[in-house]
């Protein structure tokens, strides 16, 4: 079946600094690929999706792209802000009548 | 606001008794979720409904029973209520199939003592 693999955390960095999540999957044929945000006390919130291989999804700049030959849709963000800390989920759908497959969540703690 | 929201927001009941949880979306969405999301934040799946029909029915216990009006709402009744049933609830809709993404509530923390 379908599942979603991405790096434990708790990942804490510094203001300014680079970031990256990895996540890979396994599916049936071509599933689309997202990252959602979670902050403190709220529901997940879409960030950016991917449906195709080499596609890129984009949003308040963070990146992943869809890597079909690695199986992997790794988070990136160029420079963090405090606003940042959340949790960041992976998850891919495989379409049709299929379920969103989630992964465990990575939680990002950014300090000043 | 278009939004899916879903009350109550906090929950907190004895075991042994029975309590409702309800969601209502406003973006014309023709598909609506439950999950489970646990102390660790692991999602997990419960129900799935497509313009009223179930089409998602993860293994959960019977004491679970989702109800969906019309497409524009689905409920979640749980009986005989436990301590392992402690959770946070989201519903979710999607236009299709979770192929445009979900939209989810702000969840209800259920807490059963």
């Known amino acids: 079946g379908d599942s979603v693999t991405q790096m434990e955390g708790p990942v804490t960095l510094s203001e300014e600094a680079f970031l990256t999540i990895n996540c890979t999957y396994t599916?049936?044929?071509?599933?689309?690929l997202f990252w959602y945000v979670q902050y403190p006390g709220e529901g997940l919130q879409l960030l950016l999706k991917?449906?195709?291989?080499?596609d890129k999804g984009s949003n308040k700049g963070f990146e992943a792209t869809y890597r079909k030959e690695t199986t992997s849709f790794h988070l990136e963000k160029g420079s963090v802000q405090v606003s940042d800390s959340a949790v960041y989920f992976c998850a891919l759908n495989s379409g049709g009548y299929q379920k969103v497959t989630f992964g465990i969540g990575t939680k990002l703690q950014v300090i000043p | 606001d278009t939004a899916v929201s879903q009350t109550p927001k906090y929950l907190v009941t004895q075991m042994g008794n029975d309590k409702s949880i309800k969601c209502e979306q406003n973006?014309?969405?023709?598909?609506m979720y439950w999950y489970k999301q646990d102390s660790k934040k692991f999602l997990k799946i419960m129900f799935s409904y497509n313009n009223k029909e179930l089409i998602i029915n993860e293994t959960v216990p019977n004491r679970f029973s989702p109800k969906s009006p019309d497409k524009a709402h689905l409920n979640l009744h749980i009986n005989s209520l436990e301590l392992g049933d402690s959770a946070v609830y989201f519903c979710?809709?999607?236009?299709?199939?979770?192929?445009?993404?979900?939209?989810f509530g702000s969840g209800t923390r259920l807490t059963v003592v």
């Open positions: 973006l014309g969405h023709d598909t």
């Open positions: 599916a049936t044929g071509y599933p689309s």
């Open positions: 991917a449906t195709k291989a080499d």
């Open positions: 979710a809709s999607s236009k299709r199939q979770g192929d445009y993404g979900y939209t």
